[in-house]
């Protein structure tokens, strides 16, 4: 499966942004999928993550109560919705699939994923 991420940008301490997942190729409802998140000088770091019937989610602690991650099987895509954003959650954002990744606890493990998206830049201003 081909997935392209979008949705990054430059947004103000406090903002919002939406980050899409399209996925190509292969039936993206068997996926589970994942976002990670790689900061300027710092290793790439596990972000949220949603099984593929869409029924269990998981987040870094950090995130939780400002992040939201869904999918829409029908339209191939994923999403991340990000509110409240401050200055630390300035990354590179990459989508990633994989499977039976919630079945055997490996969601948080980037290299338990398959297929990876390019990556999308978001800045936050303070």
């Known amino acids: 499966v081909q997935l392209q991420a979008s949705g990054g940008g430059l947004v103000q301490a406090g903002g919002s942004l939406r980050l899409s997942c399209a996925a190509s190729g292969r039936t993206f409802s068997i996926y589970d999928m994942g976002w990670f998140r790689q900061a300027p000088g710092k290793e790439r770091e596990f972000v949220a993550a949603?099984?593929?019937?869409?029924?269990?989610?998981d987040y870094k602690d950090s995130v939780k109560g400002r992040f939201t991650i869904s999918r829409d099987n029908a339209k191939n895509t994923g999403y991340l919705q990000m509110n409240s954003l401050k200055s630390e959650d300035t990354a590179v954002y990459y989508c990633a699939a994989g499977t039976r990744l919630y079945g055997n606890g490996w969601y948080v493990e980037e290299n338990k994923y398959n297929y990876w998206g390019q990556g999308t830049l978001v800045t936050v201003s303070s």
């Open positions: 949603i099984s593929w019937s869409g029924g269990s989610t």
